[in-house]
């Protein structure tokens, strides 16, 4: 059994400009993979190294093999698209012989993304996790907008949200992630019970809950009737999230929603994030994160910044609005 | 049981496309669709029949439209570095395209390319393409291989259908090869008065040879086909179709249920990655 510090120390370049702190991580840069966007880094390798990246999150795993929605399953929308996948993936037996001895060889930290129906699921898994060496820290799905009886149910309720982190807490040594929803009416609740169920890191956020229509057949676009919103359509949406809980919270926040380019990163990090993950870029392109690395450090010389981090919360807003009279 | 099982070829950093391709011609070549040639080397070098690109259908800042577009590597021309795409316009992004100017110069974004490839036949084989609409863009590269790699010249059928004869895309460079062509149209405007499944299935009858049969086509052709190879145990590999977001492996959003092996379970399998390339015996019935 490996110490914590060492599954948890990933490799920094000292000095770097993009060296990122994340909790009890240190990572390379800020930039992660998006959960269901990056597969388990096998295919994606024919494009990018996984070292590039400051770490990997890995697609949900379920405790037990999932095959996930019907067809179709992706749709596109303006500057956007639905998805509803369901969760398709191996199961934990399978990821733990098959996928995770690849993993550990990336020259990243790696974030294995867990699913469950109950949190006994979670429990059980993070357990699991918690004997394997090269799980560099969890992130647990609480969010997923399509599964029936899946994470969303703990995501939107704040008490069921704190049991279930502190349980996974009790269990897991390394750092842990919590993956929110947008999906609610206020996400401060929700966030600070994670913070307070002892989560280290917020991951904000999963998908929009959405639906596309095909008229002339009477049909939704999507098997799965509803799906979740992803890409430049819902950065807007995201960054006000992040927002609001970065002012709430304590603990660190990964921006995750729409990240398309080096300024996209840029407003998540003025606007309260730590780090960020991209998705749905690595769709429309594969090489995103080595191009937005180069261009992140050219903005940090320009701006001449020691570190990216001096950027992270820096948001002015007007303390003192303008008030004026009148009805308008 | 054939021996051939369409093979994914591992894909390594050198087997991808790393620069934009140039556009050489966007030209019109029938109502409705194009022939757009494009060059960069590696796409030229690499690619094989079944395979496709993704293609980005918007300027290089812009994200809409979002997702790129799929479309089959119709011809290759490895000397001078350039490959061929053959595409209807029937969207967004497919507009998009039709409106890049038919001169040299576009730089376009395109990935690629990816999925499996169709399996050589043998020597005795009986080949036949059975192909609508744009679907007969890799059978198109398929039979120059074909041409290509063997000293003995190969017998190849190609059966091509489309609603009218002035639907019958690509046809006049097929008639260019030698192989036998021969065409359907659904009001016998024509060739064959029927459904080209129809006419492969009479003309298959009377082969005396073994057959290979390769197919591509919409949804309700392909899926005809597979009956019709299932049925008469013609071994047969259909290249499919179906919604894409990445196009290598990473999203499932591409799935269909398919086999592993003949007559075992179905399975959610990603058409781009695992495909789009399949032997007709591990596809599901009754998908249009
Ligand atoms: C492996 C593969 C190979 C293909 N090869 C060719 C080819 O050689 N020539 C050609 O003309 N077309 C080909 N297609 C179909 C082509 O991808 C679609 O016609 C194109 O994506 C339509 O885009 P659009 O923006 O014009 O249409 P829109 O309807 O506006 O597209 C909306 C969304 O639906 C998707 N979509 C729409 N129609 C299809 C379709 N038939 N198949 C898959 N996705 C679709 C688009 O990619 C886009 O994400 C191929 C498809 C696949 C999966
Ligand atoms: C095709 C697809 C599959 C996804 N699968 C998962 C998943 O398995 N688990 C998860 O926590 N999030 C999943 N997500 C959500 C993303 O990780 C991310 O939170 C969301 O897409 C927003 O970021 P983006 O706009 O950069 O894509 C998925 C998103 C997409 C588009
Ligand atoms: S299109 Fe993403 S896995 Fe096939």
Redesign the pocket.
């Known amino acids: 059994m490996t110490t914590p510090t060492e599954v948890h120390s990933p490799p920094t370049e000292r000095q770097s400009p993009l060296a990122t702190r994340l909790g009890p991580l240190r990572l390379r840069n800020p930039l992660l993979s998006a959960s269901g966007c990056f597969g388990y880094g096998e295919e994606m390798g024919a494009f990018v190294d996984p070292g590039v990246y400051g770490a990997i999150v890995g697609k949900s795993i379920s405790r037990l093999p999932r095959n996930g929605n019907p067809i179709p399953r992706v749709c ?1 929308t303006a500057s956007g698209m639905l998805n509803s996948i369901g969760l398709q993936n191996p199961g934990m037996d399978a990821f733990i012989s098959n996928y995770l001895p690849r993993m550990r060889h990336y020259d990243t930290v790696v974030v294995v993304n867990i699913v469950g129906d109950s949190i006994d699921e979670y429990v059980q898994m993070a357990e699991r996790l918690d004997r394997e060496p090269g799980v560099g820290a969890i992130e647990l799905n609480i969010s997923c907008p399509n599964c029936a009886v899946g994470g969303m149910e703990f995501g939107i309720d704040p008490q069921a949200t704190e049991t279930l982190v502190r349980k996974v807490r009790d269990c897991f040594r390394g750092p842990i992630f919590a993956k929110l929803t947008p999906n609610v009416t206020d996400i401060v609740p929700v966030a600070k019970a994670a913070e307070a169920g002892g989560a280290d890191v917020l991951s904000l956020i999963n998908t929009f809950v959405g639906m596309s229509v095909d008229w002339r057949k009477r049909r939704p676009r999507l098997g799965g009737v509803t799906g979740g919103l992803s890409g430049p359509a819902i950065k807007p949406l995201a960054l006000r999230l992040v927002w609001l809980a970065s002012r709430a919270c304590r603990i660190p926040i990964v921006g995750i929603g729409g990240i398309m380019n080096a300024d996209d990163v840029l407003e998540f990090l003025v606007a309260g994030a730590s780090a960020v993950q991209l998705g749905t870029a690595h769709f429309v392109e594969p090489r995103s994160v080595p191009r937005i690395l180069e261009a992140l450090e050219q903005a940090v010389q320009d701006e001449g910044l020691d570190n990216i981090s001096d950027l992270v919360g820096t948001l002015k807003t007007d303390k003192k609005p303008i008030t004026i009279q009148g009805d308008g | 049981m054939s021996s051939s099982t369409p093979q994914s070829p591992t894909p390594t950093p050198q087997s991808h496309a790393t620069r934009p391709s140039r556009v050489v011609f966007n030209r019109r070549v029938g109502p409705g669709w194009y022939t757009l040639r494009l060059e960069e080397a590696t796409i030229a070098q690499v690619s094989r029949a079944g395979q ?1 690109v993704q293609v980005k ?1 918007a300027d290089r800042s812009s994200f809409d ?1 979002l ?1 790129r ?4 590597v ?1 011809d290759v021309d490895r000397e001078r570095g350039t490959y061929d ?4 316009a ?6 998009w395209l039709a409106d890049i100017p038919d001169s040299p110069g576009t730089m376009v974004e395109v990935e690629g390319p990816f ?1 499996n490839t169709f399996t050589a036949p043998t020597d005795r084989d009986s080949i036949y393409l059975v192909g609508g609409g ?1 679907g007969v ?1 890799p059978l198109y590269l398929f039979a120059r291989e074909l041409l290509a790699s063997r000293s003995a010249l190969p017998r190849i059928t190609l059966c091509m259908g489309a609603r009218t004869r002035e639907q019958l895309q690509g046809i006049d460079e097929f008639r260019r090869l030698s192989l036998r062509c021969e065409v359907a149209t659904d009001d016998g405007s024509e060739g064959f008065h029927g459904r080209v499944t129809q006419l492969f299935a009479t003309l298959a009858e009377r082969d005396r040879e073994p057959l290979r049969v390769y197919g591509c086509g919409p949804q309700g052709m392909n899926e005809s086909l597979r009956a019709i190879a299932v049925e008469r145990s013609y071994p047969t590999e259909i290249c499919v ?4 977001a990445c196009g290598f492996g990473v999203c499932f959003g591409c799935v269909l249920p398919i086999r592993k092996k003949p007559g075992g379970d179905f399975y959610n399998r990603r058409t781009c990655y695992e495909g ?1 390339v399949f032997d007709a015996r591990l596809l599901h019935p009754g998908i249009e």
């Open positions: 596109e | 496709f259908t439209p997702l577009r799929p479309f089959s119709y795409l053959l595409y209807t029937v969207g967004r992004g497919t507009r999925g744009v863009a179709e179906s919604l894409m789009p």
